[in-house]
């Protein structure tokens, strides 16, 4: 009882997954079963019990097990018009890494590490709770559950003070906690003992667990093998695990977590500290140096030899994007990168198609804006559209611009900042100007630019190569305003061809007792991912082989070829431990330059300033 909640929460953590239940309803119950509150209770209850009551049973020679039925659960059971009730203070604990809740304040349960929001509160009139308090904790709207806090006092929506849940103890509810822990003991058994008695064929099995975002679909794939049937990041990446599950002769199966990208890397910290880490992880190239830097990473190299991956077959970009401090630490999965999506009726309504029926882009800072201008002073619509609400496309942009110039944001030595330059200043300035001018909605969140570009309301949406494959399946829809579309490598306005990217890559988490078994099946299944790169190229996102770019089959897929070069000038940002601090501070002081606004020069000032903070806490 004195020990609080937010103490727990690691041991926890680490039990949970040592019996390999996380996303699981007993992940949820089985810590619940026996709370310390609920012994208190009925421990107190008990001892208030008269003695004459058990003498008087055992005269008449009831045991224990008639005599707790008969008198101390009846003693438990409330009348029929004066029921006893128990009362247990409504709290919503503030846990680590509980999340921003929505319009209506949600319940927020987090067991063994599994974070889930709950339905919203409404009245419940289940037949044991007594009409005068069918009415349960309604909460204050849009609060933000702050870290390490005793407890978060409910408020209802009247400005009533702390409500109380009422729990009326009859046989029903007994006999539904019983089955309640029935139900959790079969859960345990099924996910944890049952399955480990089968066996993969003659060979011994091997259980892999995987770290991954991209959504979840395991339903709709559910033993799903042919990955011609896959569709999208989720759909193809389920069927390669069910492919890789279902012909590997090694014995491994891999258990996929799909995790929230917004919560993911927060989820693979938290592995790590309660030191259950998974087999297999997904991770950006940006976040690679920060865990390799820290050991945290095995080294690859010598074992994807060994397994018979040719290393001389991955794209240059692919291939540097995983070396860090000249080990490898990743195997590459894709070129992840920023693209121009085009409305080819909207360009050719503006003039801008050329006779072989190809959008004409620009060349020059000066021609984008004089483009941009036929686009609106024609078609009455915008240029571009561009995420700028807290959104890091237009950071990519600009870095992609200062890139072109041959800048830098991080010095070559990776120690030092130089931001407020002459080339920042020029990227920053063009872009700026794009909003000022009205040739880009500075309204628009990451929905808010893909639907005016899905809408026909924007010739040209900046965004990535994940997203192809959705827009042309959006293009052959009735009812669709996008009508004819493409994709093309980001234009180089300035000397240097550049493009923003920041790839997937595949990593093996240090595990804290090594097992050779289950390497090998590691190793095993990023051996497979890599032989069958061209099936994930069917989401957009560029291969890392070069003989897969320059397959037929590969370019046969509709728009590759548009944009397949952006595989040889794909540029990614500094391998810097700390590199989601620093983009969460470019975020922050370049989307103010339009939502402040402010002048260029100041905003390049402030961030110099924020990013170098970040460089000196890190370097000391």
């Known amino acids: ?54 003498e008087a049973a055992e005269l008449d020679h009831a045991g224990r097990f008639k005599t707790f039925p008969d008198h101390h659960a009846a003693a438990l059971a409330p009348r029929t018009h004066d029921a006893r009730h128990f009362y247990i203070s409504c709290r919503l604990e503030r846990l680590p890494l509980a999340p921003r809740l929505g319009d209506r304040l949600q319940d927020v349960y987090d067991y063994g590490g599994l974070i889930l929001p709950a339905r919203e509160f409404r009245p419940i009139r289940e037949p044991w709770i007594p009409h005068g308090h069918r009415r349960l904790c309604q909460f204050a709207d849009g609060d933000r559950l702050p870290l390490f806090s005793a407890s978060y006092r409910a408020r209802h929506r009247d400005g009533a003070g702390e409500v109380a849940l009422v729990l009326n103890l009859r046989k029903r509810t007994m006999i539904g906690a019983a089955l309640l822990v029935a139900i959790t003991v079969a859960s345990v058994w099924a996910k944890y003992g049952a399955s480990h008695q089968e066996a993969h064929g003659d060979t011994q099995r091997i259980d892999l667990i995987l770290y991954r ?33 279902a012909t590997n002769n090694v014995g491994a199966v891999v258990h996929t977590q799909s995790i929230e990208w917004s919560a993911y890397y927060d989820r693979l910290s938290a592995a790590y500290t309660a030191r259950h880490p998974p087999t297999v992880a997904i991770m950006n190239q940006s976040a690679l140096p920060r865990f390799a830097n820290t050991g945290l990473l095995l080294p690859l190299r010598q074992d994807l030899l060994a397994a018979g991956v040719p290393l001389d077959d991955f794209v240059p970009a692919a291939l540097d994007g995983v070396i860090v401090n000249g080990e490898m630490y990743a195997l590459p999965f894709d070129i992840h990168a920023q693209l121009w999506h085009i409305n080819l009726d909207l360009m050719a309504d503006a003039g801008l198609m050329n006779e072989r029926g190809e959008a004409i882009l620009p060349t020059s800072p000066e021609e984008l804006l004089t483009h941009a201008k036929q686009v609106r002073d024609r078609t009455g619509h915008a240029y571009l559209a561009i995420p700028a609400q807290t959104d890091p496309m237009p950071i990519w942009t600009f870095q992609t611009w200062v890139w072109q110039q041959g800048s830098r944001i991080i010095a070559s030595d990776l120690q030092s900042v130089q931001i407020d330059t002459a080339p920042a200043r020029r990227a920053l300035g ?52 996008l009508k004819r579309y ?32 289950t390497h090998q099946g590691a190793i095993a299944f990023l051996k497979f991912l890599f032989e069958h790169n ?59 330059t339009w939502l402040l606004p402010r002048s ?20 000391r």
């Not at 509150?37 to 019990?49: D, T």
Request: charged share 15%.
């Open 1 to 54: 009882m004195m020990v609080p909640e937010q103490a727990v929460f690691l041991p926890l953590h680490s039990m949970i997954a040592s019996w390999d239940l996380h996303n699981t309803y007993a992940a949820l119950v089985a810590p619940r079963v026996a709370g310390p509150f609920g012994v208190l209770l009925m421990a107190q209850f008990f001892k208030a019990v008269p003695r004459e009551l058990e």
């Open 213 to 245: 975002f991209f959504g979840g679909c395991s339903d709709q794939y559910s033993g799903v093998t042919d990955l011609s049937q896959a569709v999208g990041e989720c759909g193809v990446m389920q069927v390669l695990t069910n492919a890789f599950n």
């Open 430 to 481: 063009l872009l700026q100007g794009l909003y000022e001018k009205g040739y880009a909605d500075r309204s628009h969140d990451y929905a808010g630019a893909e639907q005016a570009f899905l809408n026909g309301e924007a010739a040209i949406l900046i965004n990535g190569t994940w997203v192809v494959d959705g827009y042309l399946a959006q293009a052959q829809r009735s009812g669709v305003k």
């Open 486 to 517: 493409t994709a093309r490598t980001v234009p180089t306005l300035f000397d240097k061809a550049s493009a923003w990217t920041d790839s997937h890559v595949w990593v093996l988490p240090r595990p804290e007792q090594p097992n050779v078994d």
């Open 534 to 592: 061209a099936y994930w190229a069917k989401t957009g996102h560029l291969p890392i082989r070069r003989s897969t770019l320059a397959s037929r089959a590969f370019q046969s897929l509709p728009r590759r070829t548009a944009y397949m070069d952006t595989a040889a000038i794909a540029h990614a940002a500094a391998p810097v431990d700390n590199h989601r601090a620093i983009y969460d501070a470019l975020i922050q002081e370049i989307n103010a």
């Open 600 to 619: 260029a020069q100041e905003t390049l000032q402030q961030a110099q300033g924020h990013v170098e903070l970040i460089f000196q806490r890190t370097l």
